[in-house]
């Protein structure tokens, strides 16, 4: 929004005028239900030619206090054809009167974006009621400074709200249960490369560090007939044996068919045990 200077403000308080005033709490936190309410009129400072098409409204909330719009605020709004992004307006979403900035973001969305980080965007979409009532020219108890910030937590909602959380690390007892419920499927010593590989790639165990987990299974399975060997595990971390399970394919592994699949198996069933 423009601000005024002072030049702006010694000229526009010399005056008054008379504007419409809907002394209705238009939300600037949470939506809440307005209804029809006829305006009366009140002076405000300005003249005719500074306030065309312009009313006044009561704000509520505490979302636009970033932008200095504080509960039970008057604030002067005039009527717009276009609105640009960066405003502040005044706009009904599914019949609840905001304030908020209107925004647009590079890649083409609209939102309305509150002034305090204890809210967040809001994303308009096309199933929504949307009408503008115009855009906030001053707030009657101090013009406010010019909008900051905007992309800032557009980006930010997007990295925080819009991401999936991060998998979490299993714990050391549904570790050891898992590994108690897939030590039937060890025929041959190397398969353990399998779930070894797992573990690596849900963050329990570092990256290449066979010694641990030959230990581990050794502390929970002492009397296994096939208790796997930190040499012999290494040799077969090659191709795509060496990378995430994930991306293990038959072709790319250093053994195929069978002789694959209880490397394989072995590593798919540790994956189904963990939570």
């Not at 949470?30 to 009140?42: F, N, V």
């Not at 209107?102 to 809210?119: E, F, I, K």
């Not at 997007?158 to 050891?176: C, D, F, G, S, W």
């Not at 009397?223 to 040799?235: I, S």
Request: hydrophobic share 35%.
């Amino acid at each position: 929004m423009d601000s005024f200077n002072d030049m702006d403000m010694i000229e526009v308080m010399a005056c008054e005028t008379l504007v419409p005033f809907y002394d209705m709490p238009v939300s600037c936190g949470l939506p809440t239900g307005t209804g029809d309410i006829p305006p009366e009129m009140i002076k405000v400072p300005g003249n005719d030619n500074n306030l065309v098409d312009t009313y006044a409204i009561r704000a509520q909330g505490d979302s636009m206090i970033g932008v200095g719009i504080f509960d039970g605020d008057i604030l002067m709004v005039q009527k717009i054809n276009h609105v640009d992004s960066g405003k502040v307006v005044v706009v009904s979403v599914d019949g609840e009167w905001l304030v908020k900035t209107y925004y647009r973001d590079d890649q083409g969305n609209h939102w309305l974006v509150p002034a305090n980080d204890n809210y967040e965007p809001i994303l308009l979409t096309e199933d929504m009621e949307l009408y503008f009532g115009g855009r906030i020219l001053y707030n009657m108890r101090t013009p406010y400074d010019d909008l900051r910030d905007v992309s800032r937590r557009i980006t930010r909602y997007k990295q925080t709200e819009m991401m999936p959380e991060p998998a979490r690390i299993p714990t050391q007892e549904e570790i050891e249960d898992a590994l108690c419920s897939i030590q039937a499927r060890i025929k041959v010593a190397r398969h353990w490369l399998g779930p070894c590989r797992v573990l690596m790639d849900c963050g329990f165990l570092p990256h290449a560090r066979y010694d641990i987990f030959c230990d581990l299974v050794k502390y929970v399975l002492p009397h296994h007939p096939h208790l796997p060997n930190e040499a012999e595990l290494r040799r077969m971390a090659v191709g795509c044996f060496s990378k995430e399970f994930a991306k293990w394919t038959d072709e790319k592994a250093p053994v195929h068919g069978k002789n694959y699949l209880g490397y394989y198996d072995a590593g798919e069933a540790m994956l189904r045990k963990l939570p």
